[in-house]
């Protein structure tokens, strides 16, 4: 065999002289085995560096699911509360969860990575969190294959499988009501990168509270981020440097919102006297802050919960050779009021 090829349970079994089923048993250590039959197997094993397929044993003899989760997201906030809830939802159903960041190149996921990391492999099914879950070439390539897939916040109009998500316009719309409503009428918007749905759902919202109350959109008082600390503490320095600076600042997610927390203290301002800082999602950072920060609960955990359970669904059907059943979740959010937002000191 050329040393490059991956052994397998063949080779072994060809150079021990034994049957295939004889290595099997090795491998699941039964006792129906000679000790010198055993050693010799192992000796194969070494000599050819073999690596036995633990998913594909485990998958032999158990009913629970090997569900892949692909991801590309730079809130590390959100991915853990994600993974939280995925995990704790595997193991209470018995499945299991394996994680991967696909390759990317020039902005482009490397789908063939994609295809031989998962799809070549016992995975059999697989959770697609934003924002890979609108890129229409990924999805394509998933439809192709057949595997069993969910996505989680995809968007609307061009994808119709099995979906888990939150309301984003009208969260945000809600925060903005709320700090429109405590007095303030400069609301300084951190969206997120353009290639999350929510950032244009999150900024939908955020103009829907302005026309709701009659009330006009300052254009340059909406700034972009990345999601991730760093940007936010950057978008919020922009924002307060104006001439004119906000009152409140509406981050679209907490990491950005912990980092324009950072740059008003940077600024010698206090939160929320001198300028309100609101964000979204109610990652464990939020109360961890100081001030403890007023956010939107997105329900993250429960959305990783959903499409496990969505899955477990699709897989037994397909299984039982019975149509699937589309879902469509849309689960419900929940403004959470902490001590980093209060009604501006001066009319704005």
Do not use: W
């Given at each position: 065999m050329n040393k490059k090829q991956t052994a397998t349970?063949?080779?072994?079994?060809?150079?021990?002289?034994?049957?295939?089923?004889?290595?099997?048993?090795?491998?699941?250590?039964?006792?129906?085995?000679k000790e010198t039959t055993r050693k010799r197997?192992?000796?194969?094993?070494r000599e050819l560096n073999y690596r036995p397929n633990i998913m594909a044993r485990n998958l032999a003899g158990r009913a629970g699911?090997?569900?892949?989760?692909?991801?590309r997201n730079p809130s590390y906030g959100y991915l853990s509360e994600?993974?939280?809830?995925?995990?704790?939802?595997?193991?209470?159903?018995?499945?299991y969860l394996i994680v991967e960041e696909p390759l990317v190149d020039d902005n482009m996921v490397d789908l063939e990575q994609i295809e031989k990391r998962f799809l070549d492999t016992s995975i059999q099914a697989l959770i697609v969190v934003p924002p890979l879950s609108d890129d229409p070439k990924l999805i394509d390539t998933l439809e192709r294959t057949g595997i069993s897939f969910v996505c989680v916040s995809p968007k609307l109009d061009a994808y119709t499988g099995p979906s888990v998500r939150m309301d984003d316009v009208a969260?945000?719309?809600?925060?903005?009501?709320y700090l429109l409503n405590l007095g303030h009428n400069q609301i300084g918007l951190i969206k997120g990168p353009p290639d999350h749905m929510s950032s244009e759902l999150r900024l939908a919202g955020y103009r829907n509270a302005y026309r709701e109350r009659d009330k006009v959109v300052e254009e340059d008082l909406i700034v972009s981020g990345d999601f991730t600390y760093v940007s936010g503490m950057q978008a919020a320095s922009k924002l307060l440097s104006r001439p004119k600076p906000p009152t409140a600042i509406f981050a679209c997610?907490?990491?950005?919102?912990?980092?324009?927390?950072?740059?008003?203290?940077?600024?010698?301002?206090?939160?929320?006297?001198?300028?309100?800082?609101?964000?979204?999602?109610?990652?464990?950072?939020?109360?961890?802050l100081w001030p403890p920060l007023t956010t939107v609960r997105q329900p993250i955990r429960d959305m990783a919960s959903?499409?496990?359970?969505?899955?477990?669904?699709?897989?037994?059907?397909?299984?039982?050779?019975?149509?699937t059943r589309t879902e469509n979740l849309t689960l419900d959010h929940e403004l959470v009021i902490r001590q980093s937002a209060a009604a501006p000191t001066q009319i704005d």
């Open positions: 349970i063949k080779d072994v079994a060809e150079l021990a002289r034994v049957s295939q089923m004889t290595v099997s048993r090795v491998l699941n250590d039964q006792s129906a085995v197997v192992q000796a194969a094993m699911l090997f569900i892949g989760l692909i991801y994600f993974l939280l809830g995925a995990l704790d939802t595997c193991r209470k159903l018995g499945h969260a945000a719309g809600e925060m903005t009501g997610n907490d990491d950005m919102a912990a980092g324009a927390i950072a740059a008003a203290h940077q600024a010698g301002l206090r939160v929320p006297q001198d300028v309100s800082i609101v964000g979204f999602d109610d990652t464990a950072n939020a109360s961890a959903s499409a496990i359970e969505i899955l477990a669904r699709r897989v037994a059907q397909s299984k039982a050779k019975v149509p």
